[in-house]
């Protein structure tokens, strides 16, 4: 077992698993393994800046994360029986999570940001971000970006702070989403470099292209992926770089578009005008059957 | 949630066994109300949404978030499908 002595916040999230959702036991223990010593640290360090010693705040979060994965891993189960995603239109997902201040605050965002660290297939999108990503866009030079579907910030956050010259701006439809992404960035002294903008890029297309755009699994949650990324293909100025990921077979909540295979995606996105450069696909876990379904991701680099 | 009465309680308690049993592949198991992750093995969490949805259907009830959320072990459990009505 991981000694945490040294990682409050991270044994913090073995306390409250242990109490309220024993059966996560080994979470912990399972990234560690996978991602060493590096991930450890870098999830305490970035816990110590979103919440410091607000204990009663990050025991919500760690909270809502687990009311989160339970309601996401429940829906798994049932998708294994029916291959859908339950019917639902954008419209009602918004009503049911987006516009819902207190399924946001109290469990989807909390419930998001600690999946990037806790969730395997989140933390090598982040890994593949990090590392093929971000040196594009130091090597690139550009100075402004576009992420669209802001989501906790997560990735904002991390391109900002990669790039000391680098401004950005978020778009989200969700006001909640933008609090909480000014609320990211605020924490890590970054929110004097980063515009806030609720705004649909289909109905209000934004100008001028910008060198570089993000978009992080935001196509399933929507009813027609290909008019999205056709407008985000007009975000990105040529000789750019992007990078924009998808969620497969994985049911949550507000997930209405359902990809099978990498393929799907990247059809999709080859057809709104990106060249793919490289791509990362990955899983949540090993199916414990062969039948069983497992959420995925796919995190694909683009340029023009 | 109210608790679920000792008669109730019996009830329920003879009725998930065997899914219990079958999940964690344990025939001699004994589910009791103090029963949680952290006394067996391969009680992890793909193995709690397995035994989750099967209780569902053999309860023919349908657990909310709330209701997950609050099944740190099997006391937790007992009551919510007593609040169903299961075993009244």
């Known amino acids: 077992m991981t000694d945490l002595s040294a990682y409050p916040h991270v044994a913090r999230v073995t306390d409250v698993f242990s109490t309220a959702f024993p059966y996560f036991k080994g979470t912990i223990d399972r990234q560690r393994e996978t991602f060493g010593t590096n991930w450890l640290e870098h999830f305490e360090r970035e816990m110590t800046v979103m919440f410091g010693a607000d204990w009663s705040r990050f025991d919500n979060a760690v909270t809502g994360y687990g009311r989160f994965a339970l309601d996401s891993m429940k829906l798994q189960k049932l998708f294994d029986k029916t291959r859908q995603y339950v019917n639902k239109t954008y419209a009602e997902a918004a009503s049911e999570v987006y516009q819902n201040r207190t399924y946001m605050f109290d469990l989807y965002l909390p419930g998001i940001l600690l999946s990037h660290f806790l969730w395997r297939h989140h933390y090598m999108q982040h890994l593949f971000y990090v590392k093929e990503f971000l040196p594009r866009v130091r090597a690139h030079g550009g100075d402004l970006f576009y992420d669209v579907g802001v989501g906790t910030g997560f990735y904002s956050k991390e391109m900002l702070r990669a790039t000391p010259g680098m401004r950005g701006q978020g778009f989200d439809l969700s006001p909640f989403s933008l609090e909480f992404t000014g609320n990211t960035l605020t924490s890590f002294g970054l929110r004097d470099r980063y515009t806030l903008n609720k705004r649909d890029i289909i109905k209000d297309p934004v100008s001028p292209p910008a060198p570089f755009v993000v978009s992080i699994e935001v196509l399933e949650h929507l009813e027609d992926p290909q008019s999205f990324l056709n407008a985000l293909s007009r975000m990105l100025a040529p000789g750019g770089f992007g990078l924009i990921s998808a969620a497969l077979t994985a049911p949550n909540a507000d997930h209405i578009y359902l990809y099978n295979e990498p393929g799907d995606v990247i059809e999709q996105i080859e057809k709104a005008g990106f060249k793919v450069v490289d791509f990362v696909h990955d899983a949540a876990y090993e199916p414990r059957r062969p039948t069983d379904s497992v959420p995925r991701n796919l995190a694909v680099i683009v340029t023009h | ?88």
């Open chain 2, 1 to 88: 949630m109210g608790k679920a009465s000792p008669e109730q309680e019996r009830k329920i308690i003879e009725m998930i066994t065997p899914v219990f049993r079958s999940v964690f592949e344990d025939d001699k198991l004994v589910v009791n109300r103090t029963l949680n992750a952290n006394m067996v093995a391969e009680w992890d969490s793909l193995n709690h949404i397995t035994l989750v949805v099967e209780l569902e259907q053999l309860t023919g009830t349908q657990f909310t978030s709330d209701e997950l959320a609050s099944m740190a072990d099997v006391g937790g459990l007992i009551d919510c499908l007593a609040g169903k009505g299961v075993a009244a």
